[in-house]
């Protein structure tokens, strides 16, 4: 089946524009989760959402940086006047959280190139 | 604040030789997962380890838990090429996930 797909795939933007990140998470799963890969950085938890719940926001590293969710299925991650140290590959995942077993599905990511 | 550690960052190994990666986490948790990354690729899930004891095997590869230690392992047996990729521990905190740096594996002949 539809693994969790991001668009778009990579994005070079210029510092201090907006830009936007989607995320098509797999059909069914309630949860969705984004995170940043840096280099050298490992993965960083941005936000996660769950149903119909509140978003866990702690992950975001600044105020410039939002997320929603709409209709409890597609995301988009919003980073607004861009700076240079948020180029990074940016990661979406999924999970179905029933249960224990709950692992979460990534997608390819967007890289992002903020010159 | 929960902290991820994995060891070592970076290993290259002989084909056809064994070696272990561990993963070392500071609070309590019942919950690992371990992920392979391929050179620009996404995470692809290995293991998802849920109790004390747990171990769990995938063809060459072998992944335990002990929470008491709070310690993972991941242990390769007779490391083929394939194998070259970066692999990933992450543990379940009070945000969904905290992920080690990463050991980048390079099996060589």
């Known amino acids: 089946g539809a693994g969790v797909s991001q668009s778009p795939s990579n994005k070079v933007t210029e510092k201090g524009k907006d830009v936007e990140l989607r995320c098509d998470p797999i059909?069914?799963?309630?949860?969705l989760y984004w995170y940043r890969q840096s280099l050298g950085q490992g993965l960083e938890f941005l936000i996660y959402?769950?149903?119909?719940?509140?978003?866990?926001k702690s992950g975001l590293p600044s105020d410039r940086f939002s997320a929603e969710r709409t209709g409890g299925s597609v995301s988009t991650l919003t980073i607004q006047r861009t700076q240079q140290e948020d180029s990074a590959v940016y990661l979406c995942?999924?999970?179905?959280?029933?249960?224990?077993?709950?692992?979460?599905?990534f997608g390819p990511g967007t890289r992002l190139t903020v010159l | 604040e929960l902290k991820v550690e994995q060891n070592p960052l970076f290993l290259s190994m002989q084909e056809g030789k064994n070696y272990t990666i561990y993963c070392n986490y500071s609070t309590t948790s019942d919950r690992l997962y371990w992920y392979r990354q391929d050179p620009g690729k996404s995470l692809e899930s290995l293991f998802v380890?849920?109790?004390?004891?747990a171990v769990k095997q995938e063809g060459r590869l072998m992944a335990s838990l002990d929470t008491k230690a709070r310690l993972s392992t991941l242990h390769i047996t007779a490391a083929v090429h394939d194998l070259s990729a970066t692999y990933f521990c992450?543990?379940?905190?009070?945000?969904?996930?905290?992920f080690g740096k990463g050991t980048r594996l390079s099996v060589i002949a």
């Open positions: 380890l849920l109790s004390n004891g």
């Open positions: 059909s069914g799963h309630t949860a």
């Open positions: 959402f769950q149903g119909n719940s509140a978003p866990d």
């Open positions: 995942a999924s999970s179905s959280r029933t249960g224990a077993r709950d692992t979460q599905y």
């Open positions: 992450a543990v379940e905190g009070n945000t969904p996930l905290v």
